[in-house]
């Protein structure tokens, strides 16, 4: 079965200064992953995605995220935190089961921007 | 382009009345999903449509019913509503077939729902 988890329910972080929100997974097989932003009154939105490849993904708005399968992690990143980015994130990973493409989410984790 | 539209916005039942939540795609995507987002929990699948003609169960389908209508409609059907039903509701698309099954899925706005 697999999950992920995100440890920080709120994750505080002063403009200008780097931000990261935490995401840990459980699968068995190859891991794909994702990261959504979800901002107030709206849906999620994709940000970026790990299948293969380099361990360090890019994604939109200056987004990105570091693999890390020796400690399953995949932790979203982002080296100058602007106060729009204040949002809700969720890390997803994807079920396995043939012939689908459903995601398990973690739980959310917020993320204010102080100016 | 619209993406996924849902439709109510918002709603408010009484326990025990029906009421069904539509969803429509315009990006030609083969699979859909419908989801709810409860305050701590995350979106848990309720059930997906992973091609024209077909559905499954996820993570929390009871109390539910899906239709899928055609490719780009997939409606749930709330039989008898209960105050644990309360939620927020989403619907959800994306591209499946077999080679491209990592696509990332794309969103409505949600469908607010209360029970009292």
């Known amino acids: 079965a697999q999950s992920v988890a995100q440890p920080e329910d709120q994750v505080n972080v002063a403009e200008g200064n780097p931000l990261t929100v935490k995401c840990t997974y459980s699968?068995?097989?190859?891991?794909?992953l994702f990261w959504y932003v979800q901002y107030p009154n709206r849906g999620l939105q994709f940000l970026l995605k790990?299948?293969?490849?380099?361990?360090l993904v890019k994604g939109s708005y200056g987004f990105e995220a570091e693999f890390n399968k020796s400690q399953t992690s995949f932790h979203l990143k982002k080296p100058s935190a602007l106060v729009s980015d204040s949002a809700l994130y969720f890390c997803?990973?994807?079920?396995?089961?043939?012939?689908?493409?459903?995601?398990?989410f973690g739980t959310g984790t917020r993320l204010t921007v102080i100016p | 382009n619209a993406g996924v539209t849902q439709t109510p916005k918002f709603q408010v039942l009484k326990t025990g009345q029906s009421m069904t939540l539509q969803c429509a795609q315009d990006?030609?995507?083969?699979?859909m999903y419908w989801y709810r987002q409860d305050p701590g929990m995350g979106l848990r699948l309720i059930y997906y449509?992973?091609?024209?003609?077909?559905?499954d169960k996820g993570e929390v389908p009871n109390g539910y019913n899906v239709s899928r209508l055609n490719k780009r409609e997939f409606s749930l059907r709330l039989e008898s509503a209960a105050p644990s039903q309360t939620s927020v509701y989403f619907c959800?698309?994306?591209?499946?077939?077999?080679?491209?099954?990592?696509?990332?899925?794309?969103f409505g706005d949600g469908t607010r729902l209360s029970i009292l």
């Open positions: 959800a698309s994306s591209e499946a077939n077999w080679g491209r099954s990592n696509q990332p899925q794309h």
């Open positions: 699968v068995s097989g190859n891991p794909y």
């Open positions: 790990y299948i293969t490849g380099d361990n």
């Open positions: 997803a990973v994807r079920d396995m089961k043939a012939g689908a493409n459903n995601l398990f």
């Open positions: 990006m030609n995507h083969n699979s």
């Open positions: 449509s992973a091609s024209e003609g077909t559905t």
